[in-house]
């Protein structure tokens, strides 16, 4: 793609996605070329906090791995399904589907030592994957042209499909956290904010600015 075509195409995403994609481009670049190593990315409460080492809260969030075909799967993936969200359920709301991805994301820091998840960028990842997928439940989704599933199923799907190309159980886990998370921001923002609460709440609406 010639590089005009690439910097229009770039700008064309919306911008949480596009952020999030740039971010986690450069971070796998990085590694790659040995300016830093995944041993300073991952998270942990005790680098984090005790050592004083912050910057595994965010770092945690970016790092999909080694340039290898399961960094482009996921990548591919989330972006696709990001941008869609972003630009249909949240258009002209990047406030909200930012705090969804914060809120998120902080469930996903609490849950990270249960579960033994140093690296959290993928289990973030099927959040908006899961949560597009429930807002179009009738929509018909072809698999690489062999296997056509309606979209609730795409989330479990897409976690078959790592667990295949990984080979390890491992991925198909953090993965399947990911889903969970995303059911919760599905459930609070579609189901008890409207049939039970009956309006938003700070859980559905990123908070009003001072």
């Known amino acids: 793609m010639p590089v005009v075509g ?62 290898s075909l399961d960094f482009v799967f996921h990548l591919f993936f989330f972006m696709r399904y990001s941008r869609m969200l972003e630009e249909s359920s949240f258009a002209n709301r990047k406030a909200d589907y930012f705090w969804l991805l914060f809120l998120s994301s902080l469930m996903l820091l609490g849950l990270s030592p249960l579960f033994n998840l140093p690296f959290l960028s993928s289990p973030l990842a099927y959040v908006p994957i899961y949560f597009w997928s429930r807002r179009h439940p009738s929509t018909p989704i072809s698999l690489f042209g062999l296997l056509t599933i309606t979209a609730p199923y795409l989330p479990f799907a897409l976690v078959a499909f790592s667990w295949v190309l990984t080979g390890t ?26 049939e039970m609460v009956g309006g938003p709440t700070i859980f559905s609406e990123a908070p009003e600015p001072l």
Request: hydrophobic share 50%.
């Open 169 to 194: 159980w491992r991925a198909a886990a953090s993965d399947l956290v990911g889903c969970a998370v995303g059911h919760v921001g599905w459930f609070i923002r579609d189901v008890w904010t409207r």
């Open 6 to 67: 690439l910097e229009a195409w770039f700008t064309q995403i919306p911008p949480v996605t596009r952020t999030w994609l740039a971010l986690s481009v450069l971070t796998s670049v990085a590694v790659q070329c040995q300016l830093i190593t995944p041993l300073q990315l991952y998270f942990s409460f005790k680098a984090a906090f005790r050592n004083a080492q912050p910057w595994r809260v965010f770092t945690t969030f970016f790092y999909f791995g080694s340039i």
